[in-house]
């Protein structure tokens, strides 16, 4: 089960080879999400779906109030300020009967692919929508008209414009008119990108080099490059697509492993292809590969871009998963600024060598104008007005030498983030103005499980402001549409459209909570947490930046009340203390002084609250837990612990029989069954522990504690029931049902006492569970069980920190080990460097 982290790492090492340094460690790179919302503590989220399934093609129009949405068989017209009201349109769009027998006959599969499958929907001019489905196997497009919303009689041929199967990477857009597609449309056919729906369309060339091998398109964008251009250039197209790679020598794989790269491709607008050389194609594709974090072995598998205002200052954001055999998952996000990308663009070619069969970098001489650049004044100045105008020798160029030799590298040369245990399938970007005049990015980023986590950028890495649980069933997060109209998320999925508030303010109760948040929707207004774009922001508190400033210093203890607690020497009990942020840490005080989280044979501070094993009656006292974020502490439970050496008269009378063995005190006894005890539990937390470190999969640390009552029992097991438990012959105790082997004290009882239970004979009473050390438990221990509503907590303010803390809690051994091997790169450049950067 834990092979394939092995062989993850083998694969990291060699990779880690390659020689792609980056500045920070895995573990600085990983961040672990601050709340966790799961499905039934979700609220406000509204749902919406027919009879269909596949709502993956989200068009959102937001100045009309409308977000269309493409499923299987059907066309839908919500209403995007509440998807949910009920006031949907739709068009039924099946595949004919005929075509789904044909398909069914083409040996596909009649549950998932033999339908219409609409992957395509995007406004084609001020009355129609144009939309394109899979039709089973027998692609169809049609222009519908927005306001009467139902289809055309006639349909258009879709082969050109729309995958035939319906899980084919597929984008597409429509530019001035022009539909540009990009996939592989045919059964057969080669993967390409083209124009239709245009005067001039263009395709890719495929001979005598396939300009894309084997690709599986992610995402298109246009980016407005002739806007205010001061050279007169053109709009361009960028494609993001993983590839087979060319020009990648095999000697570090082994053969039948085909290395696969992530690239970014561009076309420009304008292009109406050559005259005689590469005519119907574009003269102005060109790409370059995409690098993120380790070559290899990330797939990309979502972009996203941003603007703040002109096409100069577009970022792109990209979310990777990192695989390995597939045996463990784990993500990485990057940005890239288009700068990066132009100066590969501008940068020296490759060229394939046909003796060597090797892609190498050119250096010889190149044409002018430049081949693959767009017309620009300059070119128009020398006659060139159109790439028809272009001479034999740029088109010749053009056609030989598709990919740049320069990568396109991350900004700051690293991830923003490394998130093990999460496959990250789409992504979705908002930019928001923060009280403090500055603009954050905001990332939405869905994981293939059905949760979505939010993200902040704060210079050079991401902060998780909360990870929630959108979907009860797994399923990929598809389609991500930004609202900022509507303050919503749209959601898009197997089974339906979510809309989801773009800020969830109210979940923060206290201004702390608030300003530790750090979401740049929220501040605190005095009263409560609330967003920022309702009414007025005067008097607003807000600290995106350091997550620690501005509140006002309350009381320590405030209402919380203490609750009693009352055992017998020798019982175990567990003080309950759930953190709501994952990124606290617990401090327990005892009698004012803090209890060492390590080194304390019988205090154990866990996860879940304070174990105190084989009590003495020397344990009395008053136990308060805090949770401390980022140099503030938050009072978050309060106990009055008393350890009686005996049990009280009130009790004994009840109980003779129990009393006087326990009395009459065996030492010998009492010493076995502290053994024991501690044998059991050390058992017990072996097997957690083995299970725990074998997980691999995320939902693991959901399931780690049972979701418990709303207001904690407390157990406390005597160690005398584990005496019994084992068999011991006991002389009188054996025929007592009443033998008192578990006390439940309801945590509410304002004062509890010791009862021998009655009503409880059985044997072996479950032992409270035990709290993980963290340093063993991957950082899946710090994640609370469950997350619970938390009234009259109060703060105090314990210091201010200007440097960002480093969560403590989040110390995982995938990411401890990643950061060694990449540490161990820069020891390894004696190992040929390779091929990519060197050809
Ligand atoms: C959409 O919902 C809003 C508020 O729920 C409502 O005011 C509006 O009339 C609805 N639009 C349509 C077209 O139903
Ligand atoms: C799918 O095909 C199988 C046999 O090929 C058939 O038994 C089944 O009923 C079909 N299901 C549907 C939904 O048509
Ligand atoms: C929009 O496109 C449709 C389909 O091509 C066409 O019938 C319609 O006239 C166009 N509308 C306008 C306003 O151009
Ligand atoms: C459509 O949804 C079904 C059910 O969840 C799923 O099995 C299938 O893979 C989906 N198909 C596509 C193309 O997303
Ligand atoms: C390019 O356009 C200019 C002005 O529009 C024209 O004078 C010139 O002849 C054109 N050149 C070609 C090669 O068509
Ligand atoms: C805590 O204080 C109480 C009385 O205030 C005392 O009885 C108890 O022994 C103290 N506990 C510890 C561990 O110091
Ligand atoms: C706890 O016990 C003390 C006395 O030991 C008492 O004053 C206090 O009210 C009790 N607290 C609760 C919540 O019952």
Known sequence: MCGGTVRLLTALLVTAAMGYPSRRSATDLDATPRMTVTFDELSGVRRFSGHSLN?????????????????????????????????????????????????LQKGKNNKTECFNHVRFLQRLNTTHLYACGTYAFHPLCASIDADRFTLPSRFEEGKEKC?????????????????????????RSLPDIRRNLHQRPLKTEESPLHWLNDAEFVASMLVQESKDSLVGDDDKIYYFFMERAGEETTSFFDKSQVARVARVARVCKSDLGGKKILQRKWTSFMKARLVCYIPYYEVLRSVCSLDSGGWASTVFYAAFTLSAQRTMEASAVCRYDISEVQRAFEGPYMEYQDSSRKWSRYDGAVPEPRPGSC???????????????????????????????????????????????????????????????????????????????????????????????????LQPVETLVVS????????????????????????????????????????????????????????????????????????????????????LRGDDVLLPCDQRSNLARAVWLLNGSEVPGTGQERLRVGVDGLLVTNTLPGHSGEYRCYGEERGLRTLLAAYSLTVLPQLPRAATTTSGPIAASQASGDTKVVYVSAIVVLVVLCAVLGTVLLYVSCLEKRRGKYVLGEPRAVSPELQTVSAS???????????????????????????????????????????????????????????????????????????????????????????????????????????????????????
């Open 55 to 103: 709502y993956t093609t989200l068009l959102l129009e937001d100045e009309r109030g409308v977000l269309y949405v493409g499923a299987r068989g059907a066309v839908f017209a919500l209403n995007a300020s509440n998807v949910a009201d009920g006031s949907h349109r739709m068009i039924h769009w099946e595949a004919s009967p005929e075509k789904q027998l044909d398909c």
């Open 163 to 187: 995958p035939y199967d319906p899980s084919r990477g597929y984008t597409g857009l429509i530019v001035d008119g022009g539909l540009y597609t990009a996939t592989r449309y045919e059964f």
């Open 375 to 473: 017309i620009t004044d300059s070119s128009r100045r020398k006659g060139y007005n159109s790439s028809q105008d272009l001479p034999n020798s740029v088109l010749d160029f053009v056609k030989l030498h598709p990919l740049m030799f320069e990568e396109v590298q991350p900004a700051g040369g690293e991830p923003l983030l490394v998130k093990r245990s999460v496959a990250y399938s789409r992504l979705a970007v908002d930019r928001v103005q923060a009280l403090d005049g500055r603009s954050y990015d905001v990332l939405f980023m869905g994981t293939g499980d059905g949760w979505l986590h939010k993200a902040v950028v704060l210079g050079s890495s991401l902060h998780i402001i909360e990870e929630v649980q959108v979907f009860r069933d």
């Open 484 to 567: 900022r109209r509507q303050r919503s998320l749209y959601v898009g999925a197997a089974s339906g459209v979510l809309q989801v508030p773009l800020a969830s303010c109210a979940r923060y109760s206290s201004c702390y909570d608030c300003i530790l948040a750090r979401d740049p929707y929220c501040a605190w207004d005095g009263w409560a947490c609330r967003d920022t774009a309702s009414g007025d922001s005067t008097g607003l508190v807000q600290d995106v930046q350091s997550g620690n400033v501005g509140c006002r210093s309350s009381s320590g203890r405030g209402s919380l009340p203490w609750k009693n607690r009352t055992v």
């Open 721 to 839: 029931c584990l005496r019994k438990a084992r068999g011991e012959e006991d002389e009188e105790d054996e025929e007592d049902p009443a033998y008192p082997c578990l006390r439940i004290i309801p945590g509410e009882a304002p004062t509890a006492t010791v009862s021998p239970a009655k009503e409880l004979p059985e044997a072996v009473p479950p032992p409270p569970p035990p709290p993980l050390p963290t340093e063993l438990t991957n950082g899946v221990g710090s994640l609370p069980s469950v997350l619970r509503k938390m009234n009259g907590n109060s703060y105090m303010l314990l210091q201010q920190q200007d440097e960002p803390l480093a969560s403590p809690l989040y110390s995982a051994s995938f990411t401890e080990e990643l950061s060694k091997i990449l540490e161990k790169r820069k020891h390894m450049q004696l190992v040929e460097k390779l091929d990519e950067s060197s050809v």
